[in-house]
């Protein structure tokens, strides 16, 4: 690990901890709010409403202080953690103003359950204070009611941005970017374009580059803030500018642009139209929020889970969540159950069968995985192409036969030496190497025909080899122990 690597992760430490302790401070604030409330309650005394109303008063007054001092990120991070009835507490002492922020950092089960709660004109003021961009990824789950109200309160030029940004395919560059930014002439001097900048109460947010455009604002160039601050301010943008950088299409695929920007190490880079008309621009930090938001909806995806799910969600909402592959997994276990059945004589008959069986799918569904999360990672990194298909079957055709022979072998010499019959051990071997192959098989199978079907490849990917592992290698281990031993 480099030394800046390290920095980083150290860095990533602190704000962990420095999030817990924040949460850890709420916490606190609302446990004492419940218990000194409860006790004055519970106490008879003159004037006890008046006395509740102040007790109640000073703690709420505590946190909301606290919340003022977070990012709404850290807020958000608060929010759900939280159980229902204290997130819903701490929800309306969020100061208005950051309300349409936080919002945006919730999960997306967080976000719907907070905006159930809040009253039409509550939500219109929160999309208020949104850009047009912002704005466009929290339409989805505004009532469509408040989102008419949110366009005839913007004027004609944000109403045309949010329009455009609404109209973009979920997953594409153009839902993505971003059309705060600043531009500039190419043929102004250096010095007009640092006055210019002086205007700004702040730059946007992640400004490492100024986009160089004509009249027509169609791109010229870029101009990097760096190049700017060392050169000479009476030098024309035109000999500075670079033209040779990365440029993006708003149909461009997100998965592209993150690649691009990981490979490129960028900052931010300029979306074009087709007309080569500078209409926004990508940053680092929305390609990271997808490649995040990507990556824990395939980890749901794995196993079998449809949604994000609000860990303290009701029980009815966890159960509509979970119940389609769990559906799934009765059928296969099932199915496995009848394999089994199937050859109950053979194990009345060798006791021995019983004990090893689960050793064979255990290892054929471990291998899977392994097989199913390369192939996934891959296409998410667009190495597979249409032509990919064959080399990887035989690829991983040959790691599980090594495999199977290796630790199928190594089995075989067990079994042989606990039950005293080689044949036994011959008949381990071979049943690994076979549910290996046939791990290695479906593993390659599942997610490559999940994207054809333009399908997510990680869909309830660790489930279907869960299922096909088991029951195969109960059929292969007990069919060739039936064959050979019986």
């Known amino acids: 690990m480099t030394e800046n690597q390290e920095a980083r992760e150290e860095l990533r430490h602190q704000d962990q901890d420095e999030l817990e302790q924040h949460l850890k401070e709420v916490l606190h604030l609302l446990s004492r709010h419940r218990l000194v409330e409860d006790l004055v309650h519970r106490q008879d005394m003159p004037r006890h409403d008046l006395v509740e109303n102040l007790v109640h008063k000073q703690h709420i007054n505590e946190l909301e202080h606290k919340l003022d001092t977070l990012h709404p990120a850290d807020i958000a991070y608060i929010l759900e953690a939280l159980p229902l009835e204290d997130r819903l507490l701490v929800w309306g002492l969020v100061n208005a103003e950051n309300e349409g922020e936080v919002l945006l950092e919730l999960s997306d089960a967080v976000r719907e359950s907070l905006i159930e709660t809040m009253a039409p004109a509550d939500l219109v003021a929160a999309a208020e204070q949104l850009d047009a961009d912002e704005l466009a990824d929290l339409a989805p789950d505004l009532p469509s009611e408040v989102i008419d109200d949110v366009f005839r309160s913007l004027d004609s030029e944000e109403r045309e941005k949010l329009r455009a940004a609404m109209s973009y395919k979920e997953g594409s560059v153009g839902a993505l970017m971003d059309f705060d930014l600043v531009s500039v002439r190419e043929d102004v001097t250096l010095e007009v374009v640092l006055r210019y900048l002086r205007l700004f109460d702040d730059l946007p947010n992640h400004t490492d580059q100024l986009f160089v455009v004509d009249r027509n604002e169609h791109l010229r160039g870029v101009l990097p803030l760096d190049v700017l601050l060392v050169n000479d301010p009476d030098t024309e943008v035109a000999a500075l500018m670079q033209t040779d950088t990365l440029t993006l299409q708003p149909a461009d695929e997100a998965d592209d642009a993150a690649q691009a920007f990981e490979r490129y190490d960028l900052v931010s880079a300029p979306v074009l139209d087709k007309t080569g008309k500078l ?63 199937a050859f109950e004589g053979s194990i009345e008959k060798l006791v021995a069968l019983a004990a090893l069986m689960p050793i064979v799918a255990g290892i054929g569904g471990n291998s899977g995985n392994q097989t199913i999360t390369m192939i996934v990672r891959a296409i998410a990194l667009g190495q597979v192409g249409e032509d990919s298909a064959r080399r990887l079957y035989r690829k991983e055709a040959g790691v599980a036969l090594i495999n199977g022979l290796l630790w199928g072998g190594l089995l075989g010499v067990l079994a042989w030496w606990l039950y005293q019959d080689i044949r036994l051990g011959l008949v381990m071997t071979g049943a690994m190497t076979l549910n290996l192959l046939v791990a290695a098989f479906v593993g390659v199978a599942v997610p490559m025909t999940m994207q054809k079907l333009g399908r997510d490849p990680a869909i309830g990917s660790s489930v279907m080899i869960t299922a096909v592992t088991d029951s195969g290698g109960f059929f292969i281990f007990l069919g060739l122990a039936t064959f050979f031993l019986l």
């Open 279 to 341: 209409v926004g621009r990508l940053t680092v930090n929305a390609v990271m929020d997808y490649l995040r938001e990507k990556n824990e909806a395939e980890q749901l995806a794995q196993a079998g889970l449809m949604e994000e799910e609000d860990i303290f969600a009701s029980v009815w909402d966890s159960v509509k969540n979970r119940w389609q592959w769990l559906a799934v997994n009765m059928v296969t276990a099932f199915i496995a159950s009848r394999v089994i059945g």
